[in-house]
C-alpha cells in the first residue's frame, strides 16, 4: 500500500472516521456491498469519481432504493425533492475534493447538496477518493480544490465563468460560480458515521 494511503487511513481513524483501501473498482464494488444492506435507501452527491468507477451503475441495478439525481428529464423541483430525501437516507455515497493526510475532508460546492448530508442526516456516509486527491495539508487540499477541482468541474456542468477559460479560479461574483461553500471535515462526533474508500488509482478531478 502507498505509505500515503497508509498514512491517510491511520489519521481518518483518529478522527473518528473510518479508511478503507481497495485496488480496483472490482474490490470496491465488493466492500460496498457489505457496507450498504439490500433494501436500504442511498442517496449521492454529484461525482465524477463514482462515475468513473461505476458506483451509479451499481446502485442502479442492485436490491437499493437509489435515489438518483442522474435520472433523465428530471425537473429542478424534482431535483430539490431528492436533495431533500438524501437526508434520511440510510446511506450517503460521494466523492471528496480532497482528503489530507491527517485525516481531513475538504469540499467546495454550490447550492450546499452535497455537503450538507454528509455533516448531517444519513445514518451512513461513504466517501469514494482516488490516490490523486491526498494532500500533505489542509491548505493544499484548498489549493487543489479550488485551482483543479473547480474549474474542471465548471468546465464539465457548461458553466461560463472566469475560471472555465482562465483554467484557475479568480474568486469571481460571477451568477454561474460554483465555489460557494468551502467545507472542512476535521472529526466526527459518531465514530464510523464517516467510511472513505481509498482507491488505488486517480479518480475524478
Known sequence: MDSRIQKTI????????????VEDETELTALLKKLIPEGSSVGCGDSVTLEQTGVFDFLRTENYVFYDKHR????????RSIYLQNFGADTFITGTNAITQDGK???IDGNGSRVAPMLYGPEQVIVVVGKN??????????QRARQIAAPLDAIRLGKHTPCTKLGRC?????EERICNDFVLIARQRIAGR????????????
Open 105 to 107: 475532508l475538504f469540499n
Open 194 to 205: 464517516i467510511k472513505v474508500i481509498l482507491v488505488n488509482r486517480d479518480c475524478g478531478y
Open 170 to 174: 479568480v474568486d469571481c461574483k460571477h
Open 72 to 79: 433523465p428529464g428530471l425537473s429542478s423541483e424534482e431535483k
Open 10 to 21: 491511520q489519521s481518518l481513524q483518529r478522527n473518528n472516521m473510518a479508511g478503507y483501501y
Open 133 to 142: 486527491k491526498i494532500t500533505e495539508t489542509v491548505e493544499a487540499a484548498i
